[in-house]
Every structure is written in C-alpha cells, then in structure tokens.
C-alpha cells in the first residue's frame, strides 16, 4: 500500500481535481478531511462538472476501499475483474490508511518506492528538457 497518496481536502472543486488528472498516473482522487476519506472521485466521472462545483459530490466510497487485513490475492483478482487499478485503504472507522495501485503489468502492487523512484526519473527527465542536454545512455 501506498503511505505516499495525495490526499485532497473536502473542498476540493471540479477544477482543482480536474487538474490532478492531468498527470496520467493519477486515476482517483481521495477526499479527506482531518484524516477520514470521504469520497474517492475517478477520472471520469467529472465529466461537464462546472469547474467551481465540489468534486466530493462526484465521488464515492462505494467499491473503493478495502480494509488493511484483506487477502491481497483475492483483492487483486477483484481488481481485475472490475477494471480498477486503485482502492483505498481505510480502517474500521473510515480513517484513511493509504492507498492500493494496481501496476500497469497487473502482476503486483505499487510501493511508496516505486512511486519515488519515478518521481525522480520525471524530474531528472524535466531537468534534461529544459536544459537541452541529451540523456546519456544508461543514465
């Protein structure tokens, strides 16, 4: 489970979460508020959502959330089946935990590394751009 998750608060509009989903790996947006989750918004369920309107009313706990103590195959199977790549992590009393990410391969889940290693490689892939310099192989 991810402990890295963007969390957003309660009041988070249309346009704000809109603009979340801009960066491609981001799927759902969890809202939250002094640590409980709230609604969790897929990307595609704004749709012509006016841009000032709470994004929380677009969203659901409904099908995703798990609890800390699931059997993590059977989750990941549910996952599958359902077409979904992120479920968040809530204990008994609806407190956000973390997130499950579903990798592109299907074969496991992300890690707070995983998600770090890849911020890095965008920032040193950003840095390069800017500064015209070409990636030297292997670096």
Avoid: W
């Amino acid at each position: 489970m991810l402990r890295c998750a963007k969390i957003h608060r309660q009041a988070a509009t249309v346009a704000e979460v809109r603009a979340l989903f801009t960066d491609d790996h981001v799927h759902c947006a969890l809202l939250a508020e002094a640590g409980r989750l709230l609604a969790v918004v897929d990307r595609d369920e704004l749709g012509s959502g006016p841009a000032g309107a709470l994004a929380a009313r677009y969203g659901t706990l409904d099908g995703r959330v798990v609890h800390p103590g699931a059997d993590l195959e059977a989750t990941r199977l549910s996952m599958l089946s359902q077409g979904r790549r992120r479920l968040a992590v809530i204990d008994e009393n609806g407190m956000l935990l973390g997130l499950l990410c579903l990798k592109r391969s299907s074969l496991g889940f992300c890690t707070d590394s995983d998600v770090q290693a890849r911020a890095r490689n965008n920032d040193r892939q950003a840095s390069r751009a800017k500064s015209h310099t070409p990636a030297l192989p292997g670096s």
